[in-house]
């Protein structure tokens, strides 16, 4: 069972370049996630989705894209790459439904670490 | 603003010891209360949650705290151990805007457990 999938695991990409960042997941999850974790600055979301179909901004969205392309997959696009969106990026999974009050575990990928010069 | 506020930003204990990681949090409607645990190049992992209908709850050596009057939730490691070394975050969720649920996280707290 392999969970949640990242691809690539490294990049480097020279400013103005332009890339996606894969994740899929197999846990047939409703909910995805893409997160950016940056020293002492935690966890900050960048955009979720709810559910097929459906995509929302997080904290931090300037300067990125998603597209959640069906139920496993949910990718995040860098249309021009800025030397602050250095970092290491993480998708996650979790059951979690709109409006029901039970929360589940969220399971996170291994991380894409991006370095933008 | 931080939603969720976390200390200690890092933590040295001996092994054998017990760490305790603090959080507390704004939103009376968070009834949603996880830690995760994260090793170097990986990705966070759920450790343990709790809900706020109850005051604890432990699994093995990890226990959650949890005092809803004061808005606060800690996390106890008991005999603490060298492999316990991590990044520990806790987070909060309730029902939010258009019935979406998200995460709130803190900024983490590098522990050390030295031999």
């Known amino acids: 069972n392999a969970g949640v999938t990242q691809t690539p695991k490294f990049q480097v990409l020279k400013t103005g370049q332009s890339m996606t960042l894969q994740c899929a997941q197999d846990?047939?999850?409703?909910?995805m996630y893409w997160y950016r974790q940056d020293p002492g600055m935690g966890l900050r979301l960048i955009y979720y989705?709810?559910?097929?179909?459906?995509?929302d901004k997080g904290e931090v969205p300037n300067g990125y894209n998603v597209s959640r392309l069906n139920k496993r997959e949910f990718s995040l696009r860098l249309e021009s790459a800025a030397p602050s969106q250095t970092s290491v990026y993480f998708c996650?999974?979790?059951?979690?439904?709109?409006?029901?009050?039970?929360?589940?575990?969220?399971?996170f990928g291994q991380g894409t670490r991006l370095t933008v010069v | 603003q931080q939603q969720v506020k976390q200390s200690p930003q890092s933590l040295i204990v001996q092994k054998g010891g017990i760490s305790i990681i603090n959080c507390a949090y704004e939103n009376t409607a968070f009834d949603y209360f996880p830690w995760y645990q994260q090793f170097p190049g990986k990705g966070p992992a759920l450790l343990i949650a709790i809900r706020p209908d109850v005051s604890e709850k432990k699994e093995g050596r990890f226990t959650i705290s949890f005092n809803k009057s004061a808005k606060q939730f800690s996390l106890h490691i008991m005999d603490s151990q060298p492999g316990d070394s991590a990044t520990y975050f806790c987070a909060a969720s309730g029902v939010g805007a258009g019935n979406n649920r998200k995460l709130i996280w803190g900024l983490g707290t590098s522990l050390a457990v030295n031999p």
């Open positions: 996650a999974s979790s059951e979690a439904r709109q409006g029901v009050r039970r929360n589940t575990e969220a399971f």
């Open positions: 846990m047939n999850h409703n909910s």
């Open positions: 989705s709810a559910s097929e179909g459906t995509t």
